[in-house]
């Protein structure tokens, strides 16, 4: 019966006819103060959701589910028994070679440093590099020949034109030369160039994919890789699948799943969003402070009243209560409005792509986005909690002052 009293008392108050238009105009103020920062924070916060959505796609077309590495080392033996030890693991379902290596390539007046990635003949079973395809078509065996497809990044730098007879030389260092002549440090090999994949510039303009055969040739690493990329089975367990490979394999190899491969760009994001929300709470915050201005207005608005209520036996708790309560009602108020404008801006951001992204963006137009439910409630819980800690201080002074 006390919190219902104070809570009745509180909303009369609040929503019956003010004897000054200011007080209206100040509670009014600080609703809108409480609800633009909370849907700025409910937008940021989808957006930041929707771009690592997006890494994490743009990274899963290139990316294997798991890679397997040395821990120590670069390169490590792909033994038949290791490989087919990897093909018997439940949930594997491909297996495929890799080799990295940075190598100087020319192509005509034109030259750059490039990633040679060489792949075995299960590469496009691992990522979907057919559906990269811009231009020419993904065949880098064919026979005894050895043929390329750059990334659009190295094409457009190299000026490749995969319908010209125009071969890619390949350089890399000779370590095992004992000669003093400047170009014997290297080796080369060449290669035709076939097809341009797109993805995204940081991986088409840096991987070169090559057959496996010319890469361990050229590096004089038979048999070696310096990675194992492996695709699960669908509705295999991914977590389950490395745990047991990480069980099976030992300290000698790193097993990682896509996130581990790109954690850093992962965590910065994570960190980036940590940081803008706690940057939203602050303006928050200071914008939160029009409560102080509203709650002391109500206070000497209702001066009257509260004598009142004195008289009639109220006491100082009561009173604070009352103009407690009318902070919170319309801190809520700016609350679940800002809430509401937040999400419908999402949502249609969303579905209509009001907000292009400037620059040409090859992945996306516009900026992504995607609401999640822990996001809502956290800026709820935070913003709510926030307000009511300073409609609670505030209430508590004035009546100390006016009582």
Not at 105 to 134: F, N, Q, W
Not at 307 to 324: E, P, Q, V
Not at 345 to 353: N, P, T
Not at 376 to 401: E, K, M, N, P, Q
């Amino acid at each position: 019966m006390f919190a219902r009293g104070v809570a009745y008392i509180a909303a009369r108050y609040l929503f019956s006819r003010k004897s000054h238009s200011i007080v209206n105009i100040i509670s009014i103020l600080s609703a809108l103060a409480v609800a633009i920062p909370t849907a700025a924070m409910i937008v940021l916060l989808s957006v930041y959701n929707g771009m690592d959505d997006v890494l994490r796609s743009m990274y899963g077309h290139f990316d294997p589910q798991i890679k397997i590495s040395a821990a120590q080392g670069r390169y490590f033996d792909a033994s038949e028994r290791l490989l087919d030890s990897l093909r018997s693991a439940d949930g594997v379902e491909v297996v495929s070679q890799i080799v990295d290596e940075n190598v100087f390539v020319t192509y005509g007046d034109r030259s750059a440093i490039v990633t040679m990635r060489g792949v075995d003949t299960l590469y496009d079973r691992l990522v979907p590099i057919v559906s990269m395809m811009a231009a020419g078509e993904y065949s880098p065996f064919l026979g005894d020949l050895d043929r390329a497809v750059v990334g659009a990044g190295i094409s457009y730098n190299l000026g490749v034109n995969i319908a010209v007879r125009r071969k890619i030389e390949v350089f890399t260092y000779d370590g095992s030369t004992a000669s003093l002549l400047p170009m014997s440090f290297y080796r080369s090999e060449e290669l035709q160039p076939v097809g341009v994949y797109q993805l995204d510039a940081e991986t088409d303009g840096r991987y070169m994919l090559v057959p496996l055969r010319f890469a361990r040739g050229l590096l004089s690493r038979e048999g070696k890789v310096t990675s194992l990329g492996l695709k699960l089975s669908d509705g295999a367990d991914e977590q389950a699948v490395q745990k047991s490979l990480k069980a099976m394999l030992g300290d000698r190899f790193e097993v990682r799943n896509r996130f581990e491969q790109k954690e850093t760009i992962f965590r910065i994001m994570a960190y980036e969003k940590i940081g803008i929300f706690f940057i939203i709470l602050m303006v928050v915050a200071v914008s939160s402070l029009t409560l102080v201005a509203s709650v002391v207005m109500l206070v000497a608005d209702k001066e009257p009243q509260l004598f009142t209520l004195g008289s009639m036996g109220a006491t100082g708790s009561y009173m604070r209560n009352i103009f407690f309560v009318q902070g919170v009602f319309i801190s809520s108020a700016g609350a679940v409005a800002g809430l509401v404008l937040g999400l419908a801006l999402a949502f249609a951001q969303q579905r209509f792509g009001l907000i292009a992204i400037g620059g040409g963006s090859l992945i996306i137009d516009t900026y992504p986005v995607r609401v999640a439910a822990g996001d809502v409630v956290l800026t709820l819980l935070s913003v709510s909690g926030l307000d009511i800690a300073i409609s609670y201080f505030t209430s508590r002074s004035v009546i100390r002052v006016k009582r």
